[in-house]
């Protein structure tokens, strides 16, 4: 059903306080430049050929290390090399879009506009969550997001009636693309099933959609489990029940800025509510915004701890979660119509004080590493513009991890020649006698000194 002008410009006014309470504090991400860990993503694709790279998205199963990531990465290292500004780019208008996918999810679902103001409100920021709004290595996440958003919204519209093979064919390509982008995506056709589940009568559920996009599913992880480079060899990524408890702790309390983390009680509490919820409250849209908190972040409780980006699509859960329970208190009249709209900026204005509060020690981490990559190509771009190819330095100090290759990328990627050698004493390589350049790396502040031997 077409929106109408009165109903756009209505929907528009509750979601600008989030986008406006996005853009006061995530906005200086804009600013930031490329991260150490992004040399071994922009790495990995530069290194390879377009073709491969094409064939990885299109054949899911193929293997590949998060292929979504090379449409990403690939062009704008070849446009724009280490100008970071396009990178940061691209992910604030995805980040806005993500923004805006969350307000239609819940608006579409819930009925409601000042509920799914409210939602957009709680979901647009969150001091932890630094990491979404200063380094594009969550580009991962945020296509992620796109994907698994979108394929609940679409799959909403269109069950007025029953799916069409065309319908749920673009439902698997979503599910494909979500899960090229990021394995959380593995959770997306439980999420499918229950709402077929919530709102629809027995006799009337359409379990194709579902059924498809799980197989998409378990082939994709096939091959992610199987491949060359494949997830299973990585330690980070093996699933254990003993850090359930520990994980969960650090993500609720900086979910809900009890950091470090949240006690068991609270934890408890937390889950209670959710389990409560799923189970006990008749109204569909608040049981499905429960089941959806409880089922997305099952992959990434189960592996080692990261920072609270890996939360972004469960987040989608909490918020609506919350803004429900809060709007079933909520007279009638105040539910839709323009009266709703301030609703979303009394909370906005409630939650600002935390959020400055803790954005300091959220983003702590951006002033120690985003300097590093910036630092080292600004001193190569004044002390050594060129090297001959395949050619191969020494460094005599630097201050990165015997087992970090963030040298080698960065020098590879800089001169645009995969054959080059970076040779470390920390590492006891060869000296330095037939090397083209020794150097000497020291940070705090960064500084690189060039010397031939």
């Not at 506009?113 to 969150?126: C, D, Q």
């Not at 958003?149 to 069950?159: E, Q, S, T």
């Not at 254990?240 to 983390?261: A, D, F, H, R």
């Not at 005599?396 to 800089?414: H, K, M, N, S, V």
Request: overall charge positive; charged content about 15%; some cysteine.
């Amino acid at each position: 059903m077409p929106v109408s002008g009165r109903a756009f410009w209505r929907d528009l006014t509750l979601l600008a306080p989030a986008v406006l309470l996005f853009i006061f504090l995530a906005g200086d991400g804009l600013r930031t430049g490329l991260f150490p860990d992004e040399m071994m993503n922009i790495h990995g694709y530069w290194k390879e050929p377009w073709s491969r790279l094409i064939r990885q998205n299109v054949v899911f199963f193929d293997g590949g290390y998060r292929p979504a990531g090379a449409l990403f990465y690939r062009p704008l290292f070849d446009l724009f090399g280490f100008n970071a500004l396009p990178y940061r780019l691209v992910c604030f208008a995805l980040l806005l879009t993500n923004l805006t996918l969350a307000f239609a999810l819940v608006r579409r679902l819930s009925g409601s506009g000042a509920i799914a103001g409210m939602a957009a409100v709680l979901f647009s920021y969150n001091a932890y969550c630094s990491d979404l709004y200063y380094s594009s290595g969550t580009i991962y996440d945020l296509m992620c997001f796109a994907c698994f958003a979108g394929a609940l919204i679409l799959n909403a519209r269109w069950r007025s009636k029953r799916l069409g093979a065309g319908q749920i064919a673009v439902l698997a390509l979503m599910q494909a693309a979500a899960l090229n982008a990021k394995e959380i995506a593995v959770t997306l056709p439980l999420v499918i099933a229950t709402y077929e589940l919530l709102f629809h009568k027995r006799g009337e559920r359409d379990w194709r959609a579902a059924g498809f996009m799980l197989a998409i599913v378990g082939l994709g992880m096939w091959g992610r489990l199987t491949g060359l480079g494949n997830m299973a060899d990585n330690p980070a990524y093996r699933p254990s029940l003993e850090q359930l408890k520990q994980v969960s702790s650090v993500y609720i309390g900086q979910l809900l800025y009890q950091t470090p983390s949240a006690s068991a009680a609270m934890v408890a509490a937390f889950v209670s509510v959710l389990a409560g919820c799923a189970l006990l409250v008749r109204i569909p849209y608040i049981r499905f915004a429960a089941i959806l908190s409880l089922v997305s972040p099952l992959p990434v409780l189960l592996i080692q701890q990261r920072s609270l980006y890996v939360m972004y699509v469960p987040m989608l859960g909490f918020a609506m979660l919350a803004a429900s329970l809060a709007g079933a208190f909520l007279p009638a009249r105040l539910k839709n119509g323009w009266a709703a709209a301030a609703l979303p900026v009394v909370l906005m204005l409630l939650l600002l004080p935390a959020h400055l509060h803790h954005k300091p020690p959220g983003k702590r981490w951006v002033s120690r590493d985003e300097p590093q990559v910036r630092s080292i190509v600004s001193a190569l771009q004044a002390q050594m513009p060129s090297l001959p190819k395949g050619a191969r330095v020494y460094f005599q100090e630097d201050p990165f991890a015997d087992d970090d290759w963030i040298l080698t990328f960065i020098f590879r990627l800089y001169y645009r020649d995969d054959t080059i050698e970076v040779h470390r004493r920390k590492r006891s390589d060869p000296g330095p006698a037939d090397h083209y350049a020794v150097l000497q790396l020291q940070d705090q502040p960064w500084t690189l000194s060039v010397t031939r031997p």
